[in-house]
């Protein structure tokens, strides 16, 4: 075991760090080459993908990092800290009072462009967003209750619970005790959780929400409040399809939808608010996520 301290060689960590979640990404071409080989098109056979993906790219890693760093795997995640039903409650309002704002950056990231020398590059990052696009497709064409309910656990559930682990429970906490500014951990931890679904176009929202659950995950101590808005965030988006609301009343929970730049702007400012209430009734309790570290 390896504990965090300041003594840590943390190049060496993060080396280990690269090396399982290589190993991740082996094991799982290595397992999910006979599917590829075979024709790979099948809903059924999507999600068996996609489950063996998360489980090899990101939960195998963390709990492989966790085991080196602590000794049990579930308190380093903050797994075992339950929070205050406040946090929780948090978690849920925050999606749907952040919508607005994270809609417009959506907008506002489909209208960047390359320069015209970048224009392969550029031409690349559409394939991977086409080939993103397919994927999720091909996983929401089985319109049955059977397969909303596969579904919602494979693309809500699992990656809300997986990602939140790897990025949040391992990543930002490593990076707070490494530069020992929570901010810079934060921060660093969005980069990664947005540039890692290599998605270009949704690079800025992504960053941004990534952000907000950092600083969620900060105030609450809790690896909950962050899952529990992982998974209403997923679980919209596979409903919003599942049930066609996207041209329906509910239409404000389609990606498409515009909103007037007066909800965008209340958006942002409540959102920041409820953060900075959060922050002062910590800065209040004493208490923060790690201790010896400071805020910058």
């Not at 690896?223 to 609301?245: E, K, M, R, T, Y």
């Amino acid at each position: 075991m390896t504990e965090l301290t300041p003594r840590t060689n943390y190049w060496l960590l993060l080396l280990r760090l690269i090396a399982y979640v290589s190993a991740g990404v082996v094991l799982y071409g290595i397992i999910a080459s006979p599917f590829v080989l075979h024709g790979a098109g099948a809903p059924k056979t999507q999600r068996l993908l996609q489950f063996i993906g998360v489980t090899c790219i990101f939960l195998l890693p963390s709990w492989l990092f966790a085991i080196a760093v602590e000794k049990e795997p579930l308190e380093h995640f903050k797994l075992k800290t339950y929070p205050k039903a406040a946090y929780l409650l948090v978690g849920i309002v925050l999606v749907f009072v952040a919508e607005p704002f994270i809609a417009y950056t959506t907008e506002l990231n489909n209208e960047l462009t390359l320069p015209a020398s970048m224009a392969k590059l550029e031409n690349l990052l559409q394939q991977f967003e086409k080939q993103a696009e397919q994927v999720t497709m091909g996983l929401l064409v089985d319109h049955s209750y059977i397969g909303l309910f596969s579904n919602l656990l494979i693309m809500a559930a699992l990656p809300a619970l997986a990602e939140e682990i790897f990025f949040r429970g391992v990543l930002q906490q490593f990076f707070i005790r490494w530069t020992k500014s929570i901010h810079t951990g934060v921060w660093l931890a969005a980069f990664w959780f947005s540039f890692l679904h290599f998605q270009f176009y949704g690079f800025i929202p992504r960053l941004l929400l990534g952000v907000m659950l950092g600083y969620l995950f900060v105030t609450s101590r809790s690896l909950w409040p962050n899952v529990l808005f992982h998974l209403i965030n997923n679980s919209i988006f596979v409903l919003v399809a599942f049930f066609d609301l996207e041209h329906s009343g509910f239409a404000f929970f389609s990606e498409n939808y515009h909103f007037p730049v007066y909800l965008v702007a209340v958006s942002l400012a409540v959102t920041v608010l409820v953060f900075v209430v959060m922050h002062k009734k910590n800065v209040k309790d004493g208490s923060e996520l790690d201790k010896g570290v400071h805020h910058e």
